[in-house]
């Protein structure tokens, strides 16, 4: 089979590694790719967002899978737009159609979905320009810290947590009155906050059955200590030492099981990947928000723990037959350590040559690079995401630490404490 991954970042990479080594995989294509995805397939000059271009593709190359890496695609509608054409009937796309990818695309949507089906999460109230009085009042019921969420895509940008209650009333008007997200935080949600250890749980569906992949914890800030500017990722690691067997049942009786399902009554076809970020308050998970496909970094740690062909539990997906698979889950310990360009995730430089150690002992997924006359350059904020798999958290960390301090180029910064607070946690 062919099969075509949209995208250009470090999950696209980690899926075209994992699929590069299918059975079931025949061509593998990856738009527009990075010089890392180079390596397991043929990049391809396409823009993810321009269907008719996809679809051409896809006929000529005789593609039958096709899978978004993010959410851009799946929120704009490429399930519905092959499905709505005859001559697409045979390209299955790996993730849900338009409506079911509201449950990232809109958080109000989100919010208002797991009211319905009884799924825990935090209090919360929506609200528009039109509504700001109320939202000021809402507020004033609230207690500090606040949560403020864009209802659109806002590029991981969209959620403010200010400590005071001025500063919040000062937030909202910015989101609401003055567009401060543009479309995206036309509509607010305001949330209760959650105090607790964050944790992610990814789930694959075929929207009857499902299978749940290893869980993860990510570092969103820039700097050590969880301090600065949120970011799109600085580095995961799975499994989660405090997300043990039972809070993990809790996840699936209350959380997996009632989504997929709520879906399905709704008249949701939904399939591919569902990612749940939780809150872990004393034992208790509770959602903080759904996306609708893999995470980044977290699928740089999850995909090397599966040990079972991706491919073909793609396929299965796709043909609505994953209880049949067998997902083997690896229980080594992966840590990935996410190297950035200098300013990021500011303004920052490109095109700055690459030097990457030719034997690491560690997984280099590439994450913003390009080649040019056979020089290995940077081509974004986050550049190279670090994997390493170890028997324990320790070593797979020491690993991930050297390998990046052997890749080479100007500005390199990453951070050093990336799960030391799991390590403590260990120790205690």
């Known amino acids: 089979m062919n099969m075509l991954v949209l995208g250009s970042g470090g999950r696209e990479h980690a899926f075209a590694w994992k699929l590069a080594k299918s059975e079931v995989c ?3 294509f990856i738009a527009p790719g990075n010089a890392g995805t180079a390596e397991c397939g043929q990049n391809v000059n396409l823009n993810i967002l321009d269907f ?40 299955k796309v790996v993730g849900p ?43 004033e019921t609230q207690q500090a810290p606040y949560v403020l969420k864009a209802d659109g895509l806002a590029a991981g940008k969209g959620v403010l947590i200010p400590e005071t209650l001025e500063q919040a009333k000062a937030d909202l008007k ?17 949330e ?10 990814f789930v694959m569906t075929d929207g009857d059955s499902y299978k749940i992949l290893p869980e993860a914890k990510d570092y969103k800030r820039i700097g050590e200590g969880d301090t600065g500017l949120n970011t799109g990722g600085m580095g995961a690691i799975s499994p989660v030492p405090f997300a043990d067997a039972a809070f993990l049942a809790k996840v699936e009786e209350r959380i997996v099981k009632p989504t997929v399902a709520g879906l399905k009554s709704e008249g949701i076809h939904y399939t591919g990947f569902i990612f749940i970020g939780l809150m872990n308050m004393d034992g208790e998970p509770y959602v903080i928000e759904y996306n609708v496909r893999m995470g980044d970094p977290e699928t740089e740690a999850v995909f090397p723990r599966i040990n079972s062909d991706l491919g073909k539990h793609l396929v299965a997906v796709s043909e609505t037959r994953l209880k049949d698979e067998n997902l083997q889950i690896s229980a080594k310990t992966a840590a990935t350590v996410v190297a950035v360009s200098g300013g990021y995730p500011e303004s920052y430089a490109k095109g700055l040559p690459v030097n990457l150690p030719s034997d690491s002992g560690s997984i280099i997924f590439h994450a913003g690079t390009k080649s040019e006359n056979g020089q290995l350059l940077t081509n974004g904020g986050r550049v190279f995401a670090v994997c390493s798999l170890a028997d324990n958290l320790s070593d ?15 500005q390199k910064y990453h951070r050093r404490d990336i799960g030391q607070d799991l390590l403590k946690l260990q120790e205690a």
Do not use: W
């Open 97 to 139: 159609e338009q409506t079911g990818a509201q449950l990232e695309g809109s958080k109000d949507f989100a919010k208002a979905f797991m009211k319905r089906h009884a799924i825990p999460t935090a209090a919360y109230e929506t609200f528009t320009k039109d509504t700001l009085e109320a939202g000021y009042a809402f507020l």
């Open 52 to 91: 008719p271009a996809i679809a051409s593709f896809c006929l000529e190359n005789q593609v039958e899978l096709l899978i978004p890496g993010s959410e851009d695609p799946l929120v704009h509608g490429i399930v519905d737009y092959f499905r709505s054409k005859p001559e697409l009937q045979s390209i």
């Open 26 to 28: 025949d061509q593998l």
């Open 192 to 201: 209760q906050f959650l105090k607790g250890i964050e944790v992610s749980v």
């Open 174 to 190: 910015d989101m609401l009155a003055d567009a401060k997200f543009g479309e995206a935080s036309s509509r607010v949600v305001i």
């Open 396 to 410: 797979a960390l020491a690993q991930s630490m050297k390998t990046i301090e052997s890749i080479q180029f100007d």
